[in-house]
């Protein structure tokens, strides 16, 4: 698979931009590695991109997704219940570091 260099990406002014593309990049070398075409490997790094966090429904919910999913709904439940962003993000943080598992149940 042969891609030309590309241009530096500028990360958008956004509070989760830099965790999205160090993400999307995850995504992207998970794709070079199963063999994906140049044209899969771009969709797959502007989907990753262009992903709408508040959308979690539209997040696979396989293996791999399966923590990241379950941390993101539960910031979003602590965010709805009150709590403040740094709950939430400290919330996010623990579940993606296996520190909870945030099994209560409710997803």
Not at 74 to 96: D, P, T, W
């Amino acid at each position: 698979m042969t891609c030309k260099e590309h241009p530096k990406y500028e990360l958008p002014n956004t509070p989760h931009a830099k965790h999205r593309y160090e993400s999307a990049m995850k995504h992207v070398e998970a794709a070079k590695a199963a063999g994906k075409s140049s044209e899969e490997i771009h969709a797959i790094f502007k989907k990753v991109m262009e992903f709408d966090i508040k959308d979690v429904e539209k997040l696979p919910a396989d293996g791999p997704h399966a923590k990241y999913r379950s941390a993101v709904i539960h910031a979003q439940k602590a965010i709805a219940a009150g709590k403040s962003s740094e709950e939430a993000h400290e919330l996010y943080r623990k579940i993606m570091a296996g520190e909870a598992t945030g099994g209560c149940g409710h997803h």
